[in-house]
């Protein structure tokens, strides 16, 4: 489990599913952290991702929704991170400025889990992912599960 005292936050929130699944697993905590939701919604999802919101009533339960480029917002964030779900864009570049822009606010012993970062399907995902856990002495590999890799905040 994450420890208290942050945020949620997602990286990519495409129709919503993992939004919908990231607030119930805040609604199950005492502290009941808000959930962040990053996706500028650039590839025509908004509409289906509003669905999602309104079907599940996501914003009443503790949603807040970021219609912003997670590198941008990433540049000015603040706020400490429990548990941080990285799964916006492929590309290198800015798989490397979420990792930098948003890991420096993970609490110790918070979570990250970076989605399709194994078995090769997105290989500029995979070496983004791997230049920074081998640079890195501050997370611990706890977990690869199909296409996620999981870290825990050890420093």
Not at 31 to 49: E, N
Not at 51 to 75: C, F, N
Not at 76 to 82: D, E, G, L, Y
């Amino acid at each position: 489990m994450a420890p208290s005292g942050g945020e949620i936050v997602e990286i990519g929130a495409f129709k919503g599913r993992v939004t919908g699944w990231l607030i119930e697993a805040a609604q199950m905590r005492p502290d009941r952290p808000v959930v962040a939701s990053i996706d500028p919604h650039g590839w025509g999802t908004r509409a289906d991702f509003e669905k999602t919101v309104a079907d599940l009533g996501l914003a009443e339960r503790g949603l807040r929704v970021h219609y912003a480029d997670s590198r941008e917002l990433g540049r000015t964030w603040s706020k400490p991170i429990i548990f941080l779900w990285i799964d916006g864009s492929h590309e290198y570049d800015d798989v490397r400025q979420d990792i930098d822009n948003f890991t420096p606010h993970v609490v110790r012993e918070g979570l990250i889990a970076f989605d399709d970062s194994a078995g090769g399907t997105f290989p500029d995902v995979e070496r983004a992912l791997a230049e920074w856990e081998a640079a890195s002495g501050a997370y611990k590999r706890i977990a690869t599960l199909r296409n996620v890799s999981v870290f825990r905040r050890i420093a």
